[in-house]
């Protein structure tokens, strides 16, 4: 008879572990599910003797959006044409810049982010004014964007080009 209490009392406290621990690992995915999701950071490309990412001496100093309906406005989505005014206070001249233009609604919700490539140079010291980026393909209730630089590539000079410091 002892034999079978104590049998029936450990399949018990088994039992009772096991429905625990299938409660907890619910509530936990429950939570998981509820919490904000981590920010993921991915980069493109390394830096190289070539090529800089996010240059401190690089800025976007105007950026100017114009909206164009599609021209099938069944079938396609906006398009945006965006000038833009870089300004380069280092003393490095770049060129093929990459671009990050994130568009935002009326409520300045993030709707989209889109990478695109300028074949762009600019000199040490100056502000130059791009030529029209098209960018296709926009989200409905695109009203304003940003722009930020991601990369540019380092103007190759040649060597009697380059002046010695003193």
């Known amino acids: 008879m002892i034999r079978k209490s104590l049998f029936w009392g450990l399949t018990a406290v088994l039992a009772g572990s096991l429905v625990a621990l299938v409660i907890q690992g619910r509530r ?54 965006h000038t833009l005014t870089f300004s380069n206070s280092g003393r490095i001249a770049y060129e093929g810049l990459v671009l990050r233009i994130t568009y935002y609604s009326a409520a300045q919700k993030l709707l989209d982010s889109r990478v695109s490539r300028l074949p762009l140079e600019l000199p040490p010291g100056e502000t130059k004014t791009s030529g029209e980026v098209v960018v296709e393909g926009l989200p409905e209730g695109a009203l304003s964007c940003s722009v930020q630089v991601l990369s540019a590539d380092l103007k190759a000079v040649r060597a009697e080009a380059v002046k010695p410091q003193p």
């Open 28 to 81: 936990a995915e429950k939570q998981a599910a509820l919490s904000p999701k981590a920010e993921e950071r991915v980069r493109e490309s390394r830096p190289t003797p070539t090529r800089v990412l996010a240059p401190s001496d690089l800025a976007v100093v105007e950026s100017k959006m114009t909206l164009r309906p599609a021209a099938d406005p069944a079938a396609g989505t906006p398009s945006a044409a």
